[in-house]
């Protein structure tokens, strides 16, 4: 199973700006979210890039596909699988053997990473390529 990183053990100079930009995007006036956001931007960036680099590893390709949802990303693994059998046996393997699951809990926004599906291709033979949606529970 991996291991993941809580919100809770990010840097705190990161939390703050992640906090900072859920707050400036809950802004109900127009004018002042865009004036924010624009105040902003270069801080706001520089936290997504080091998000980018807390959650790569050097065998997978993290995705963020937008940012105004970070809570949702996707993990391309840059090495094949070798699995032999169809595709449904592959996708059953991996949800059994390599899926990420959140631990049950009485409280909301644990911060817990957690598979939401899989896109598989074929490559040839018995090599898959996979990407896998994952979710925050924020």
């Given at each position: ?23 400036v ?87 817990q990473?957690?598979?939401?599906g899989?896109k ?19």
């Open positions: 199973m991996r291991e993941h990183i809580k919100n809770g053990e990010y840097p705190n100079d990161l939390r703050f700006i992640l906090l900072l930009y859920r707050k995007k809950q802004e109900t006036d127009a004018a002042k979210r865009h004036e924010n956001i624009a105040y902003w931007k270069n801080e706001i960036q520089d936290a997504r890039k080091q998000l980018r680099k807390i959650g790569q590893e050097p065998d997978r390709i993290v995705i963020t596909p937008d940012m105004r949802y970070p809570e949702y990303y996707t993990i391309i693994y840059k090495k094949p699988f070798e699995f032999d059998g169809t595709k449904d046996e592959f996708a059953t393997w991996l949800w059994d053997n390599f899926a990420s699951y959140c631990a049950p809990s009485q409280y909301d926004c644990t911060g990473h957690f598979t939401t899989f598989i291709a074929h490559i040839g033979g018995n090599r898959w390529r996979v990407a896998e949606s994952m979710g925050v529970d924020v």
